[in-house]
C-alpha cells in the first residue's frame, strides 16, 4: 500500500509541479500540501486523471495554529474506491486570504466549507452560499478558534417578562476552578527511596 501511496505522490509532484509545496506519506496515508491558490486545480486533477480517480470527496476541516502567521489549515479528504486509497489536501491560509471552494469539483464541499467559516472564519471564494451553518444568526466571533473564550461572549436565556429569547452579556457566578482529578480513595502516589535518583537522570 505504501509503494502505491509512494507513486502516486510522485506522480502528483510531478504532474503538478509548483502546486505541490510537500507531500510526504505517514503510518500508511498520503498528505499533500498545495498551495492556496492552487487547490482547486488540483483537486480537479485528481478526481479527473486516469491514474488517480479520487472521485469521492469525504470531508473538509479545519485546524487552527495561532502561533503561525498563516494560522489556518483548511485538510480535504479525498477517497479513490477504484484504488481503494485516500489522500490528504492540506492548504495554509490566514483569516483574509480566500481558499477557492471545491464546490466547482466536488458539490459535497459546500457544507463542509460552510462549516469551516462558521466555526474558525476561514473565507472560501467562489462559494456559492458562505453563510453561517452551525451557530446563530448574529453570533458573535468563531467558537473553534483557539483564543475564542471558553464562556463566549454572550449568554442565552428565556425572558418571561419579554416573552422571548434574550441575549445578554456574560456573567459568572463564580470563576472557574481548576481541578487535580486526582482521586481521593488513592491518594498520592507514594515517593519510595531512590526516586529522587531516576528523576535527576531524567
Sequence with gaps: MDETLEEIGAYLELSQGEAIESWHVRHGELTATVSRTSIDSVARFLRDDPRCQFVCFVDACGVDYPEREKRFEVVYHLLSPKQNIRIRLKVETDDT???????????????????????????????????????????????????????????????????????????????????????????????????????ENQ
Design 97 to 199: 486570504s480566500p481558499v477557492p471552494s471545491l464546490t466547482g469539483v466536488y458539490p459535497g464541499a459546500e457544507w463542509f466549507e460552510r462549516e469551516a467559516y462558521d466555526l474558525y472564519g476561514m473565507l472560501f471564494s467562489g462559494h456559492p452560499d458562505l453563510r453561517r451553518l452551525l451557530t446563530d444568526y448574529g453570533f458573535d466571533g468563531h467558537p473553534l478558534r483557539k483564543d475564542f473564550p471558553l464562556t463566549g461572549f454572550v449568554e442565552v436565556r428565556y425572558d418571561d417578562e419579554a416573552k422571548r429569547v434574550v441575549y445578554e452579556p456574560v456573567r459568572l457566578a463564580q470563576e472557574f476552578r481548576s481541578f487535580d482529578f486526582l482521586s481521593p480513595w488513592e491518594g498520592d502516589a507514594p515517593v519510595l527511596p531512590g526516586d529522587e535518583k531516576a528523576q
